[in-house]
């Protein structure tokens, strides 16, 4: 999982209420990453950043933020308005986003799960 | 639109067994092309990509994957399985496009691989 870590491992999230997901890379990446995994849909894309203070909604930003203050971090808000939260989270980190063929390298995951 | 099929959702294999793990895309420009493993509740570890050169690309754990341009495909091969191969693989696909603006990558739903001892 390299220099990128995600915690908590587990979180548990009550109807209202929002819930932040951390993610530090100690990569000195550039961009980050979002992305959310469920059974048999693969990766879909949340946010992504590429540069501090800078953020980019992916393909189902509905009912999630994200700030970007310090280059090693990515924090993921989920909010009261996504309705269907439980999923796998990962974070990701490369060095560019804008160059095509730089590898992203993932963190080990955060598990949401809905009470 | 960039697009990626993995067209099996489970391949068995047995131990010491050669196997290939299947890969399709489709974009409208150069293709660069990744394979992940996932284990059980863990992040991707990225195996190797395919940027351009030489259509045979060697990665880590002995595998490797071939990119075939004619049949838009990038098969994951390894010539002798391992138990410990079983896992979750992925294959990504990523527009070449222009540099300078950002070009997401798209993933595969994902292949299970379980090999059998």
């Known amino acids: 999982d390299g220099g990128i870590t995600q915690s908590p491992k587990y979180l548990f999230r009550k109807e209202g209420q929002n819930v932040t997901l951390s993610c530090e890379q100690n990569?000195?990446?550039?961009?980050m990453y979002w992305y959310r995994q469920d059974p048999g849909q693969g990766l879909r894309l949340i946010y992504y950043?590429?540069?501090?203070?800078?953020?980019q909604k992916g393909d189902i930003a509905e009912g999630y933020s994200v700030s970007r203050e310090k280059k090693e971090s990515l924090p993921l808000t989920v909010t009261s308005a996504q309705k269907n939260p439980t999923a796998f989270y990962l974070c990701?980190?490369?060095?560019?986003?804008?160059?095509?063929?730089?590898?992203?390298?993932f963190g080990p995951g955060t598990r949401l799960l809905v009470l | 639109a960039q697009s990626v099929a993995q067209p099996e959702d489970q391949v068995n294999v047995a131990e010491g067994n050669p196997l290939t793990v299947k890969c399709t895309y489709s974009v409208s420009g150069n293709p660069y092309l990744f394979w992940y493993v996932q284990y059980p509740n863990r992040g991707l570890q990225f195996l190797l990509k395919y940027i351009t050169g030489d259509n045979l690309v060697k990665g880590s754990y002995g595998f490797e994957a071939e990119f075939n341009k004619s049949q838009t495909s990038f098969h994951l091969k390894k010539p002798s399985a391992l138990v410990s191969d079983s896992a979750l693989y992925f294959c990504a696909v990523r527009d070449a496009g222009v540099d300078g603006g950002y070009q997401k990558v798209t993933f595969g739903t994902g292949t299970k691989l379980q090999v059998i001892p």
């Open positions: 950043s590429q540069i501090v203070n800078d953020f």
């Open positions: 990701a980190s490369s060095r560019l986003a804008t160059m095509v063929g730089e590898t992203q390298y």
């Open positions: 990569l000195n990446h550039d961009a």
